[in-house]
């Protein structure tokens, strides 16, 4: 007797496609490629423009990553284009909200429009400048002799340099103070007013202060050069940095100026601290300059952050500030123009 013939099983089948997520449809493998190189570039805008909305440096590699933070603006555009092209609709508001951050935290920080109490007693020039090593040496004399500053703050600045400024201006800027030493330990701070008060931030290499007195009024005034914030010396940079900050949150109020290379930007909390504790403005920020950038003038890429600053108090107007380009040197100068205000 013939069998009936059985039945076939029925066939099954496994999908190999990404789940999708609610809502949207299934990811494509050319569209998850673009998804995970959007996620890719988000990473590290949203990692530094974070630490600076929380107002720390964090560690290596965070500090040496915020001298970077308006440029991370172009890792995270494009990060919502590709998680737009992707068609992921988290993504894409992710990397929106990354991108929003990234620009709200590379705001200059501070406001701009700042009164200066009093009527203008002495109009002061100043002027910034590390001279890397020395080798910039004879670049700044032409500039000092092109510009006349009556005050002058030289990083790295060797022996051989410092003996080349004062006797340069012997006549010009008579009095300074100054951390005689070899490379970039040594640096100089050179006026046209007498000095008196002098002292010294201790630090790796030279920071010297002093006090002038400017139509009558003693000024305090302080060079800043603390260590960079290279891996292995970021601690040894936040100190210094907050020996500055000491430094500028002074018992007795006062006119204080303070310059030179702060191996630190804006977006650095360190250096915002010492612009908190001695209630001092950048100069360049009042002057709507605080994105121009002054390092690095030398090497393959070109100057991206501004380390180099002319911090003031409240005492002091600013009536323009220029960058100067110093043959020999990896940074940029500061020249600015201040007013000292008063009661007469």
Not at 332 to 343: I, P, Q, S, T
């Amino acid at each position: 007797m013939d069998r009936a013939p059985a039945l076939a099983a029925p066939v099954t089948s496994t999908s190999t496609k990404t789940p999708a997520e609610p809502g949207e449809p299934p990811l494509l493998p050319r569209h998850r490629l673009t998804a995970w190189a959007a996620g890719l570039l988000l990473v590290v805008p949203a990692l530094i423009s974070g630490c600076r909305i929380f107002d720390t440096d964090g560690v290596t590699p965070v500090p040496q990553l915020l001298s970077l933070l308006p440029w991370l603006a172009v890792p995270a555009g494009l990060g919502v284009l590709l998680a737009a092209a992707a068609r992921r609709r988290v993504l894409a508001f992710t990397a929106v909200v990354v991108l929003a951050a990234t620009g709200w935290s590379s705001l200059p920080y501070m406001p701009q429009l700042v009164v200066s109490n009093g009527l203008p007693l002495a109009r002061v020039r100043v002027l910034a400048a590390n001279v890397e090593f020395g080798q910039a040496t004879g670049t700044l004399i032409e500039a000092v002799r092109r510009e006349r500053p009556q005050l002058v703050f030289v990083s790295e600045c060797d022996r051989a340099c410092g003996r080349a400024l004062t006797t340069a201006f012997a006549a010009e800027l008579p009095h300074h103070a100054s951390v005689d030493a070899d490379g970039s330990v040594g640096s100089v701070l050179l006026s046209a007013y007498p000095l008196t008060d002098e002292r010294v931030i201790p630090a790796a290499m030279g920071m010297p202060g002093a006090t002038a007195e400017i139509a009558g009024v003693p000024v305090r005034l302080q060079l800043a050069h603390p260590l960079p914030p290279m891996p292995g010396q970021v601690g040894p940079w936040k100190r210094e940095l907050g020996r500055i900050a000491a430094a500028a949150d002074r018992p007795a109020p006062g006119p204080l100026l303070l310059a030179g290379d702060f191996n630190a930007s804006q977006d650095h909390a360190a250096f915002r601290a010492i612009l908190d504790a001695g209630h001092l403005q950048d100069a360049a920020r009042l002057a709507d300059a605080s994105r121009t950038p002054t390092w690095p003038m030398e090497g393959p890429l070109p100057p991206f952050v501004q380390i180099d600053h002319v911090l003031v108090s409240r005492d002091f107007s600013v009536r323009g500030i220029r960058f100067l380009d110093l043959v020999g040197s990896d940074h940029r100068a500061v020249l600015a123009d201040l007013d000292l205000r008063g009661e007469r």
